[in-house]
Nanobody
Framework: QVQLVESGGGLVQTGGSLRLSCVVS????????IGWFLQAPGKEREGVAV????????AYRDSVKGRFTISSDNAKNTVYLQMDNLQPEDTAVYSC??????????????????????WGVGTQVTISS
């Protein structure tokens, strides 16, 4: 069974930084895609960033390009989301999720929440203005 556990959320001021961690456990995860998603109050869940664990390919939503960086330490079974220059509109619950391999799709395909198979419970990120 695949399990994902997030940590690293908190309250920071505008312009600050946070690093979220997602520890992944289970079988055959080396070929999975792991993504970070956010859900703001009253809104739908949206993809933020995703990484292929097999080749390190990444994709980001437009609003975080240049500010957020996703990375994977496969030896530690951990995926990170480094978030810099945080803005109030980044306030949300951030969750990580995993997808089994899907052939012949670009890594950006996994920014769609509905394609992910396993989810963590999430961690709150709040940015004060």
């Amino acid at each position: 069974q695949v399990q994902l556990v997030e940590s690293g959320g908190g309250l920071v001021q505008t312009g600050g930084s946070l690093r979220l961690s997602c520890v992944v456990s289970g079988f055959g995860l080396d070929r999975y895609s792991i993504g970070w998603f956010l859900q703001a109050p009253g809104k739908e869940r949206e993809g933020v960033a995703v990484i292929h664990r097999s080749d390190g390919a990444t994709a980001y939503r437009d609003s975080v390009k240049g500010r957020f960086t996703i990375s994977s330490d496969n030896a530690k079974n951990t995926v990170y989301l480094q978030m810099d220059n945080l803005q109030p509109e980044d306030t949300a619950v951030y969750s990580c999720a995993a997808s089994r391999p899907i052939r012949s799709v670009d890594v950006s395909y996994f920014l769609r929440p509905y394609v992910m198979d396993y989810w963590g419970v999430g961690t709150q990120v709040t940015i004060s203005s």
